[in-house]
């Protein structure tokens, strides 16, 4: 039987040379090779000009340029776009773009599911399925770049947020050529600072991301306390906030003017009251960071609510008097099921969660 084709978008530029030289042709040709895919948006290998005929026919006879099928877009009423795409037969991703006035967010997804189970979240309500791979997770930025017209002269998009579907450190090792790609100069060549990763707290890869990614880091940190937390984020029992915090203060250490976004929804009755506003600040003394508190964003099936907008306001006022940036995020596509925490692609198969748990070695209750 035939082997499948590589996808050239599975490859960051390094990986792209290495590739080219295992086929007996030059480092060069992954520059090129990117330039096609990323700068002209050009997926026909049979196109990229300045390749030989004969490399032409060698490449397009292993390997293939290629992103997942556009399923639909949505858009709401606020601007904000919702693309769904097919990964495989039997499972969906979700990427959002924010429209803002001086800006474009691309929130990104990097699992079909996730692990994690946070107890507010639309996507770990629904149980993990898959990881995507480095090509599903460049590719939302390839098809989100060509619907939007986005180009390296208009750039539509400003910055990208792993803030989709999945725990992006949860798989690491193909999120970090997509970091890559999305960085280089010959990729969508994005600014370090404004590729962010955000995670539930896998500490282990926060220190590993560190050492090979100059990319901004957001905490989903939600409670100052442990029991608390523990019960939002299941992690944080594997993980604690001290532990957590002491990696961030790593993360930014030797980084001129690089803050930590600390994401905080704010859940009615739950975390969003005078103490908790406080512990936090006190937390977060000694660690170069900004707060951006999320309103809950409510789905189907869960009980929790949102916090009352005195409460929100309330709660900003205090962490702003401790003198700490703070803003609240918008709630941007809730008609269109795009805010935060509504994310759920679609997808067949729930069972596969409790086999990855293991392997993460996650004292999780599923
Ligand atoms: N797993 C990563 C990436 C997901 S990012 C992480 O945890 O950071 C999505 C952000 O939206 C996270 O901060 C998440 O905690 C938050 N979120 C999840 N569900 C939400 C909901 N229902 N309402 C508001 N924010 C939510």
Known sequence: MKNAPINLLNFDREGLESLFVEMGEQR???????????????????????????????L????????????????????????LLKVDDVNAVETVYIPEKNRGTLCVSSQ?????????????????????????????????AKQLGHSL?????????????????ANYSRVLPALNIMRDDFGFGFANRRVTVSTAGLVP????????????????????????????????????????LAACKNFVKDKRKARITIE???????????????????????LPSKINLIPFNPFPGNQFKQSKPAAIEQFKQICMKHGLITTVRKTR????????????????????RSAELKKLQLEVVA
């Open 60 to 83: 397009t006879e292993q390997c293939v340029a290629a992103v997942p099928e556009l399923l639909s877009e949505q858009v709401s009423v606020d601007g904000t776009i919702k693309w």
């Open 153 to 169: 002269s208009d750039r539509k998009i400003t910055n990208v947020v792993m803030m989709g579907m999945g725990e992006p450190l």
């Open 28 to 58: 060069f040709r992954a520059s090129q090779a990117m330039k096609w895919i990323y700068g002209e948006q050009q997926l026909d290998i049979n196109s990229f000009t300045n390749f030989s005929k004969t490399l032409r026919e060698t």
């Open 205 to 244: 890869y926060i220190n590993q991301l560190n050492e090979d990614a100059d990319v901004s880091l957001a905490i989903s940190l939600h409670a100052p306390f442990d029991e608390l937390r523990n019960q939002l984020v299941p992690l944080n029992k594997k993980y604690d906030i001290k532990t957590l």
């Open 112 to 144: 079909v599911g996730c692990t994690l189970n946070c107890t507010f979240c639309a996507t770990g309500a629904q149980g993990f399925n898959r990881h995507l791979s480095t090509a599903e997770i460049i590719a939302q930025v390839w098809v989100a």
């Open 264 to 286: 905080y929804t704010l859940i009615d009755g739950m975390n969003d009251q005078p103490e908790h506003a406080h512990a936090l600040c006190k937390l977060l003394k000694q």
């Open 333 to 352: 596509g809730d008609d269109i099921a795009a805010a935060c925490g509504q994310l759920a692609g679609d997808f067949m198969d729930r069972t596969r």
